[in-house]
């Protein structure tokens, strides 16, 4: 089955990828488990339960990584931008072009500082309400006409820098709500492909704590 996805992503494959999901944070160790990688860990999860391995994994050069995954038999590439935040847009553009997708094929994943915690929404388009790597995705496709899977962060506790906050780890006492969250996050953008926007925002979409 994966080897048969691989092939999708040829350039001369007959079945054309169907849909992208995108999880946006920064690459590397020291930012893997923070606020700002919920993206990350949303379409890692994704592929860990669809058995996919660190193998079946590729770079799209040097700005993105990605794997295809069979989702309800949708073909559908689960992508990584290695751009660092700020600069995801330049990740996000060149795979869509390369899969020949249009914005609206594609599921934008990441945290929101305006949502409380552990709240889940999708929605079909929209401003970037202050979050630079989906200001960067604007700016680079010329639209705000994608869909966005936001996970609430919450606001920091008064005084802290909000850029520490969304880099900063989860308190152990949330921590394995958060994990459930992200679960929840995972399902939620595979309803968006198998089920559609309206049905998976109904499903999914929550006020948090």
Not at 18 to 38: D, F, Q, V, W
Not at 112 to 135: C, K, N, T, Y
Not at 136 to 149: C, H, K, N
Request: aromatic letters at 6%.
């Amino acid at each position: 089955m994966l080897g048969r996805l691989r092939g999708l992503f040829d350039r001369g494959a007959q079945q054309p990828t169907e849909k992208m999901i995108c999880g946006l944070g920064n690459p590397g160790p020291s930012y893997a488990n923070t606020r700002h990688n919920a993206g990350f860990r949303v379409v890692a999860g994704i592929a860990a339960a669809k058995g996919i391995k660190d193998a079946a994994w590729t770079t799209n050069r040097g700005l993105a990584r990605f794997c295809a995954a069979d989702v309800e038999g949708a073909a559908v590439a689960l992508v990584q931008p290695l751009t660092f935040m700020n600069l995801s847009g330049q990740a996000v553009r060149p795979l869509l072009r390369r899969f020949n997708l249009a914005a609206a094929d594609l599921l934008v994943v990441h945290d929101d500082l305006d949502l409380p915690f552990g709240a889940i929404r999708m929605r079909a388009e929209g401003s970037a309400g202050g979050h630079r790597g989906v200001q960067s995705i604007i700016d680079e496709l010329g639209t705000r006409e994608f869909t966005r899977l936001r996970i609430g962060v919450g606001r920091p506790p008064e005084g802290e820098d909000a850029v520490a906050y969304v880099l900063g780890l989860v308190s152990w006492d949330l921590r394995q709500q958060w994990d459930d969250v992200l679960d929840q996050a995972a399902v939620a953008a595979q309803a968006w492909v198998s089920l559609g926007l309206d049905a998976a925002m109904n499903r999914f979409n929550t006020n948090g704590r």
